[in-house]
């Protein structure tokens, strides 16, 4: 149990063009998932929080405007990159949390690596 | 100062060998203490969970928490060569907050 699946798993696009990663938890549901990013041989940085219905909580400094986040169901968030630059190039990874669970455990997704040509 | 913090290593240890994993933190109010191991281009994966202090065993891994002294230990029994990865701590102060991780530690077993 607790599978978080992430889509793609890698992609590779042109500057200025946009990219959207998918965020499933598969057998729980998730009213709260997060979105990290993670730089080679860097710890993960927290980017949003996002809750089932309404509008994500940005970490300071992230933009929310480029980094476009929608949580719809109890199952599926998804990440935005909007008019992709080189420097965005990176690991993306999402969490989840269980809503039946107890306490604060997260199940993280396998990543989506970010190439920015 | 960071709020959490832990020592990246690399660490490098014999097969068969008692790993000593530790993170320190700032703020005594974080209540849920976790441990991932992550491999290499992969997404974390849970190893340990554990609320307020005490020992926490399962199979060849223990957590400690000794809120004291804010710090936290995973041991690893009989390290095997798969045992290598980094080791993330993350913590938080209450339920459905974000994580505060460390940056890691980079584990290496040799056979």
């Known amino acids: 149990g607790a599978v978080v699946s992430q889509h793609p798993s890698w992609v590779i696009c042109k500057s200025g063009t946009s990219v959207k990663i998918e965020c499933r938890s598969l057998?729980?549901?998730?009213?709260?998932m997060f979105w990290y990013r993670q730089f080679p041989k860097q710890s993960l940085m927290l980017m949003a929080t996002s809750n089932e219905g309404s509008k994500a909580t940005y970490e300071q400094g992230v933009e929310k405007d480029k980094f476009l986040i929608n949580h719809a169901s109890l199952t599926l968030s998804t990440l935005t990159v909007t008019s992709a630059h080189p420097e965005d190039s990176s690991f993306y990874i999402c969490?989840?949390?269980?809503?039946?669970?107890?306490?604060?455990?997260?199940?993280f997704g396998p990543g989506t690596r970010l190439t920015v040509l | 100062q960071k709020e959490v913090e832990q020592d990246p290593g690399p660490l490098s240890v014999p097969e068969g060998a008692i790993v000593s994993l530790n993170c320190t933190y700032s703020?005594?109010?974080?209540?849920?203490f976790m441990w991932y191991r992550q491999y290499s281009r992969k997404g974390p994966e849970l190893l340990m969970y554990t609320y307020s202090s005490g020992n926490k065993e399962d199979g060849r891994f223990t957590a400690q928490v000794d809120k004291s002294s804010k710090y936290i230990s995973l041991f690893i029994r009989d390290s095997q060569p798969s045992d290598s990865a980094t080791y993330l701590c993350?913590?938080?102060?209450?339920?459905?907050?974000?994580?505060?991780f460390g940056k890691g530690t980079s584990l290496l077993v040799t056979p």
């Open positions: 703020n005594s109010a974080f209540q849920y």
């Open positions: 969490s989840a949390r269980d809503t039946a669970g107890w306490g604060n455990e997260q199940f």
């Open positions: 993350a913590m938080s102060s209450n339920s459905g907050y974000a994580l505060n």
């Open positions: 057998d729980f549901q998730a009213t709260t």
